[in-house]
């Protein structure tokens, strides 16, 4: 047979692995259910794309936006407003093929359930190309755990990715629904999945038709060790939760997987079934899961990690004027709009074959509801609690805080507190929308120690994340003198508390809409303007103002 | 496009799950399940399988809400045949992402532009009437489509007023969700309105997940071949569903089990009665099932967990899990 499919070591260079996974795939497209491409667009992914074609089936593009009427069939608005008569258009995925998703680790949660679904239905072959540049963002795990493969692209340089010969896949095809498989096979799969921490059960089930397939596609008709072996490095890996462990680190296993051999002794012994298999898929372990060997790093969430944060889209809050649009199943059709846009109209087009019509609509007439949503707002105050501010103007600075408690909580907008002083900053009063607490809470804030800055800018972007996740808008209103002395580490060096709160400055600006700070410094300083710029937010100087004062400033910014 | 789905009896395991399914379609009332679990372990399946595994219904050919005589056909939907035919149970899968108006139903708008007529298209609320209405990922779906879908599932009736129609319709349909807290927790109103909560994961032995490899791998060779060999035990689950539906009225509640009941729920701090309702219905649903005549401490003791571990008050000083509370309360309080 050819040289692609027969290697018999799997050091397969990753182009190499890239190609075996695909030729496989050929074999049983349905079956396997696909290939999760992980790498950038390039001339790698580029060459493997254009390998395809020799899946043989029809080739479906979306993206992850493509609307439901898209995908699964709708009315054809444009056929039927011209027919007078009901016409519908196919959806793409109502025949079977291909189904090429870029850009997949954006995929929404919506998007995701939909192709698992078609997916279910069994005519599908998907291709997900995971364009994700961090390790956080990837694919959405409801659909790459239907899938047998997952190859990352990265790295391959265009030389490396030769054309690959072409196998006798025909034949292969033909040859595969005849390979059996020994009875103890399924066993060996089932258990090396378990020893990897592989819950799902479509795991073992995907392992053993890709052995099947191997074999097949070597020109063997029963299932061997190295099929074994390659089915089990292909389809393992990247599904790993845990990295096996001998007998003596066992206790160390994640909980779940220590539960579940509490509670069947005879696992243990069966725990670790072969050790050649088990060393080739270990080798092939994602470095996260060698380094901590806890579970669940990547891609847990429902949509894929990088899909950003889903925003209530057109169906809900407050309405808008209508605007054209298209029937697409997702948004509404403002019925009254539609008719007043047709309406100038009908004695221009009430003629020809439209006369015996009452109305005569076209596609262009369509209007869609809109409805506008605003998200909260949380305020997070930032405050100073430190020796030198707190001698002149820690006072002031509470009143100001107080000022704008009572503007916010008119807004509706929630807020929030964060003290730094000594060593680290604290999170006085999570987001709330009871001022009574907060005056409580500002009330009680200490003062004294050194000035970490840094601490506190930190303690902030992490809150706002959070706050985001949720789909709530952070803004941040700093108040400290600048002097900051005491770095991230909590080591007393001036030079590093700067440099480490210009660094956290910057990955705050990504967390937050908008921010003010304010110096109470009494004479300023360049350090805080530029740590301000850093941090993406409006500077203002305050030498000697009082809580008034201030909360003009603060109102003239938009913030308050 | 419609594949034969898996056989229900033949999903390994999952005797929880299997359980609550048996048990709603006994008695519908119970409220809906909640199925909670990782992915990869059968929720799916199980639900889809259920079409195929309950007893067929009778309606009217053409009605879209699946009434069971022409008399029962809403007036919108106009029904002029008055034929009817046996059908399968319905289960309606309910997609993330679904528009408000595809799950009510809405305007038809293709009629209302292309004839100028004020008509009304059915949801899926319709679709699902007198069967299932599946929902993946329950703890996704947005909070609003989920209290319509609750509210609905309770009063059995949909009313639709909007776009100037004015339509009412049948619902009646047992709720399923299914998802995975990791993901998303589900809001504890929500959570109460559910009538049983069942917890699944994937088995933990070997033997049993190799079982499962196996039956998957035997009905996808030969789904045909498969179905037959299941075909006998299907239907003597199928033949029992029926007659605890006959017997489910006949039931006999004794005082001390009813007081059983509520020392449980006491013991328990759940909140409201529902959990007492839920957990005498279910009780009463297996004693059915079981063919006994009499409700008793047996039936309580299992279904207890279904109907309750999701109605406690989260106590976060106790480090078990709701699942143990349950238990360690049924043992103290029905020794």
């Known amino acids: 047979m050819n040289g692609v499919a027969a290697t018999d070591s799997m050091e397969h260079a990753p182009w190499d692995r890239a190609c075996l996974a695909l030729h496989l795939l050929c074999i049983d497209p349905i079956g396997l259910g696909g290939i999760t491409v992980r790498a950038r667009a390039g001339p790698a992914r580029e060459a493997f794309t254009s390998l395809l074609d020799r899946l043989a089936m029809r080739r479906i593009s979306l993206h992850p936006k493509t609307g439901d009427d898209l995908l699964f069939g709708g009315i054809d608005v444009a056929r039927t407003l011209a027919a007078g008569k009901l016409a519908h258009n196919p959806g793409l995925l109502s025949q079977g093929g291909v189904v090429i998703v870029p850009m997949a680790e954006r995929c929404s949660a919506d998007f995701a359930a939909r192709l698992a679904l078609s997916q279910d239905s069994g005519m599908h072959c998907l291709i997900l190309l995971d364009e994700g540049a961090e390790p956080e963002e990837a694919v959405p795990t409801v659909l ?101 462990q001998r007998d003596d680190q066992e206790q160390t296993a994640p909980p779940e997987d220590s539960e579940a051999q509490a509670e069947n002794g005879n696992m243990d012994s069966a725990e670790i079934p072969d050790d050649l298999i088990v060393a080739a898929v270990k080798a092939m372990l994602p470095e996260h899961l060698l380094d901590s060997s806890q579970g669940k790093v990547r891609g847990v969430g429902p949509s894929g990690t990088g899909a950003g944060l889903r925003k209530t889209g057109n169906r809900r809050g407050r309405p808008l004027p209508a605007r054209p649009g298209r029937i697409d199943g997702r948004n509404r059709i403002d019925l009254l709009a539609t008719l007043k846009a047709a309406a100038p109209w009908q004695v221009l087009r009430g003629t020809g074959i439209a006369r015996h019509r009452k109305v005569v609509f076209y596609p262009s007439d369509l209007r869609q509801k809109r409805f506008e949503e605003h998200s909260d707002r949380v305020l997070i105050f930032v405050v100073d609690a430190s020796g030198s501010t707190a001698v002149t103007r820690l006072a ?38 009871s001022l009574v607490q907060a005056k409580r809470c500002l009330a009680a804030m200490p003062g004294g120690g050194g000035t970490p800055l840094a601490n506190g800018l930190h303690a902030s972007a992490e809150l706002a994340m ?62 805080l303007q530029s740590i301000a710029q850093a941090m ?21 910014t938009g913030l308050g | ?121 059915p949801g899926l609320l319709a679709q699902a009437n007198r069967g299932y209405l599946y929902i993946d990922e329950v703890n996704l779906l947005e909070d609003h489509i989920v209290d319509l879908l609750l509210d609905v599932a309770q009063s059995g009736e949909n009313v639709v007023e909007r776009d100037g129609l004015s339509i009412r319709h049948p619902a009646r349909f047992v709720l399923i969700g299914s998802g995975n807290p990791e993901e998303g927790e ?106 006994d005549k009499t409700l008793n401490r047996d039936h309580l003791r299992a279904v207890a967990g279904l109907a309750l571990s999701h109605r406690l008050r989260r106590d976060p000083m106790d480090e078990a899990g709701s699942t143990a509370r349950v238990s360690r309360a049924v043992e103290e309080v029905l020794h």
């Open chain 1, 466 to 527: 959070q706050e985001r996740r949720k789909g709530l808008t952070s803004m941040v209103v700093l108040l400290t003198d600048g002097r900051t002395n005491v770095a991230l580490n909590g080591a007393a060096d001036r030079a590093a508390a700067y440099d480490d709160a210009m660094k956290t400055a910057a990955w705050l600006r990504g967390q937050i809409a908008n921010g003010v700070v304010l110096d109470a410094a009494n004479r300023p300083g360049a350090q």
């Open chain 1, 144 to 244: 790459s755990e239907r899938l047998a493969f997952h190859i990352d692209l990265g790295g391959i340089a265009f030389s490396e990715a030769a054309w690959p010969g072409e196998p006798d896949l025909r034949e292969a095809r033909d040859r595969y629904r005849g390979v059996v498989s020994a009875p103890g096979d399924k066993r060996r799969l089932v258990e090396l999945a378990a020893c990897f921490g592989i819950h799902s059960l479509r795991a073992p089930m995907l392992a053993l038709r890709v052995a099947r397939a191997h074999a097949a596609l070597s020109g063997r008709s029963s299932v061997e060790e190295t099929d074994m072996r390659i089915a089990a490095e292909l389809v393992y890996p990247h599904r790993a939760t845990i990295a096996p």
């Open chain 1, 536 to 556: 993406g937010a409006k500077y203002i100087p305050l030498p000697r103002a009082d809580a008034q004062q201030m909360s003009a400033a603060i109102r003239a």
């Open chain 2, 186 to 291: 589900l809001r504890p109103q929500l959570l109460d309105r559910f009538g049983l909560l069942v917890e699944v994961g994937s088995p933990d032995s070997i033997d049993e997940r190799v079982e499962v490899v196996e039956r998957r791998e035997a009905f996808e060779t030969d789904p045909e071949k498969f179905a037959k060999k299941w075909e006998k035990r299907e239907r003597v689950v199928r033949d029992r569903i029926i007659a605890a539906r006959e017997q489910l009225g006949a039931i006999r509640k004794p005082k001390a089990v009813l007081r059983d009941c509520a020392a449980l729920c006491m013991q328990l701090g759940a909140d409201g009665l529902r959990g007492e309702l839920t957990l005498l219905r279910a009780g009463r649903a297996l004693a059915a099932y079981q063919s």
């Open chain 1, 396 to 433: 002031e600075a509470k009143g100001a805080v107080e000022l704008l408690l009572a503007q916010s909580y008119a807004r509706r907008d929630q807020v929030a507190l964060i003290g730094f002083r000594g060593t680290s900053a604290e999170l006085l009063l999570s987001p709330t929308r």
């Open chain 2, 1 to 121: 496009m419609i594949r034969r789905a898996f056989p229900f009896s033949a999903i390994v395991g999952q005797e929880q799950m299997k359980l609550a399914m048996i048990l709603t379609a006994i008695d519908p009332s119970l409220g809906g399940v909640l199925v909670f679990g990782d992915r990869g372990t059968g929720k799916s399946t199980a639900v889809r399988a259920l079409a195929a595994l309950l007893p067929r219904i009778t309606v009217v050919r053409g009605c879209p809400v699946n009434a069971a005589s022409p008399a029962d056909c809403p007036p919108w939907a106009k029904v002029c045949c008055t034929e009817t035919e046996e059908r399968q149970t319905p289960v309606v899968d309910l997609p993330l992402g679904v528009t408000e108006d595809r799950v009510t139903g809405a305007l038809d708008i293709e009629r209302a532009l292309t004839q100028g007529e004020k008509a009304f298209q």
